[in-house]
């Protein structure tokens, strides 16, 4: 049997990260739930086994001091996975709000990069380890209204591979799982309106939005020694979205 991973999931409260979260746990792995809410990560680690973790991923303070605690509790970091990110709002680009493009770069770029230092550094002590990022399609293919969230998305991706080919020489691969739209809390609202979500699905070849239970395995694979060859990847799981 292999060696219980110790695996942190940022933003695994609900949605995406819960069921990546999930799908390591499910491997019998110790699962850190990261969350801005902390009541939340707690239900979440109670129910998969896990351990709760309240972080603010965009302050620098908040990632150290969960990097400490995560030493004192685990002693080790084998697997990151970058999920937590936000939209914000949205609107043509011309008339954003600077506020909503503020907020997505704080979590989704700045929370990236910090929690990569961070645990990055631990693993580099380690000489292993794995970081898996949450991006998105829209770092390709841009979507009207949404520019300021697909900037982020693209940095995610170039972030992944720095990260790739700075961590390589210290036994540390990273990739990137780029979904397009998944059924989450967060995209109900949207899923529940049948026009709009025919709207959405007549982009997408395979003719449907992606469940949790589509993309949580990527990120698995990607961690996994199945993957030991691959780093710098942006994984697209799309349905088939970019070919359009």
């Known amino acids: 049997m292999a060696a219980k991973r110790t695996v942190l999931v940022t933003g695994a409260a609900q949605g995406l990260g819960r069921g990546i979260a999930q799908a390591f746990a499910d ?26 973790l309240p972080v603010d991923i965009s302050n620098a303070d908040s990632v150290a001091e969960a990097a400490e605690q995560v030493k004192t509790r685990h002693g080790k970091i084998d697997v990151l996975v970058n999920n937590a990110g936000v939209v914000g709002g949205g609107g043509p680009l011309l008339d954003l709000d600077i506020g909503v493009l503020d907020g997505a770069l704080a979590v989704n770029v700045r929370g990236t990069v910090l929690m990569t230092q961070a645990f990055g550094k631990m693993m580099k002590d380690a000489g292993k380890g794995v970081i898996v990022n949450i991006s998105s399609i829209g770092a390709r293919q841009p979507t009207p209204g949404l520019g300021h969230y697909e900037a982020t998305k693209a940095a995610v991706d170039a972030i992944t591979r720095t990260t790739a080919i700075e961590l390589a020489p210290f036994g540390i691969r990273a990739n990137a799982v ?10 109900a609202g949207l899923v529940a309106d049948p026009d709009a979500r025919a709207a959405w699905e007549t982009r997408i070849p395979l003719g449907s939005i992606a469940e949790v239970t589509q993309i949580a395995p ?8 199945d993957a030991s060859h691959i780093t710098g990847v942006s994984l697209a799981l799309d349905g088939g979205q970019l070919l359009v």
Do not use: H, R
């Open 27 to 52: 491997l019998g792995d110790m699962v850190i739930v990261a969350d801005l809410d902390g009541d939340g990560a707690a239900k979440a680690a109670a129910e998969i086994g896990g351990d709760a």
């Open 178 to 187: 780029a979904p397009g739209p998944v059924i989450t809390p967060l995209t």
């Open 218 to 225: 990527a990120a698995v694979f990607l961690a996994s020694d």
